[in-house]
C-alpha cells in the first residue's frame, strides 16, 4: 500500500547533538513538508520541497536543515542550534498543480534529555 | 495575510449529541478549504475538502463542512458523534493549487459518555 514513512516514531538526543528524522513516500508526490506540532501551537511550517534538489524555508527554519536528494525521501536534520527541539515531527507529501491535500506520515516524538 | 482560525480551543460533547467546529479563513478569494483529525500520537487524516461546487461536501466518518462565502468560513459538522470521534481537528487553507496549505490551531474534541 502507497504511503508516507517516518521513523523512529519515539527518538531521544542529549543536548548538543545533531539528530536526523526520516521521512520516505512511495505516494509518487512531488512535494514534501515538514512540520513541528507543539501543544496549542498547532502545526509550524519547517522546510518544504516541491523537486528534488530544492527546498525552502518554512516558518521557523533556524536550527534544522533538509535535503531532497530523491524524490521518494526529505530527512530532517534537528541541528544543536536549534534551542528547542522537544516537540512532535510531522511529514507530509502531495501533488502539485491539484491541492487535493497532504498526506501525513504518523510522526516521530523526539525529546532533548 | 491568509490565516485560519478555529475560535474553540476544546469542545465537550455528549455522545449522541450533534456537533459543529467552527472555522473561519481570510482571503480575498475562494480558497481551497480541509478539515484533517489527529488521534493522539498519530498523523493528521484529511476528512474532506471543498474546491468549487456544492458548497455543502460530505466526507469520511459522518462528517460534512459547509462553505458560507459570505461569512468567510467552514464549520464541520457531524449528526451524532461517536465516543471514537474524541480527537483534535484542524481546519486548513490552501491559495491555489501549488501553494502551501495553511492549518488553524486546532480544536480538541471531548465526548461525554
Known amino acids: 500500500d502507497g504511503g508516507i514513512t517516518q521513523s523512529p516514531k519515539y527518538l531521544f538526543r542529549k543536548e548538543g547533538q545533531n539528530v536526523t528524522l526520516s521521512c520516505e513516500q512511495n505516494l509518487n508526490h512531488d512535494a514534501m513538508y515538514w512540520y513541528r506540532q507543539d501543544p496549542g501551537q498547532g502545526l509550524r511550517l519547517i522546510y518544504y520541497?516541491?523537486?528534488?534538489?530544492?527546498?525552502q524555508k518554512g516558518d521557523i527554519a533556524e536550527g534544522y536543515s533538509v535535503s531532497r536528494e530523491k524524490k521518494e525521501s526529505f530527512p530532517l536534520t534537528v541541528t544543536s542550534a536549534q534551542k528547542n527541539p522537544t516537540a512532535f515531527y510531522l511529514c507530509?507529501?502531495?501533488?502539485?498543480?491539484?491541492?487535493?491535500?497532504?498526506?501525513f506520515g504518523s510522526g516521530t516524538r523526539l525529546t532533548v534529555v | 495575510a491568509q490565516s485560519v482560525t478555529q475560535p474553540d480551543i476544546h469542545i465537550t460533547v455528549s455522545e449522541g449529541a450533534s456537533l459543529e467546529l467552527r472555522c473561519n479563513y481570510s482571503y480575498g478569494a475562494t480558497p481551497y478549504l480541509f478539515w484533517y483529525v489527529q488521534s493522539p500520537g498519530q498523523g493528521l487524516q484529511l476528512l474532506l475538502k471543498y474546491f468549487s461546487g456544492d458548497t455543502l461536501v460530505q466526507g469520511i466518518k459522518g462528517f460534512e463542512a459547509e462553505f458560507k462565502r459570505s461569512q468567510s468560513s467552514f464549520n464541520l459538522r457531524k449528526p451524532s458523534v461517536h465516543w471514537s470521534d474524541a480527537a483534535e481537528y484542524f481546519c486548513a487553507v490552501g491559495l491555489n493549487r501549488d501553494d502551501k496549505i495553511i492549518f488553524g490551531k486546532g480544536t480538541r474534541l471531548h465526548i461525554l459518555p
Open positions: 507530509a507529501s502531495s501533488y502539485l498543480g491539484t491541492n487535493y491535500g497532504y498526506t
Open positions: 520541497s516541491q523537486i528534488v534538489n530544492d527546498f
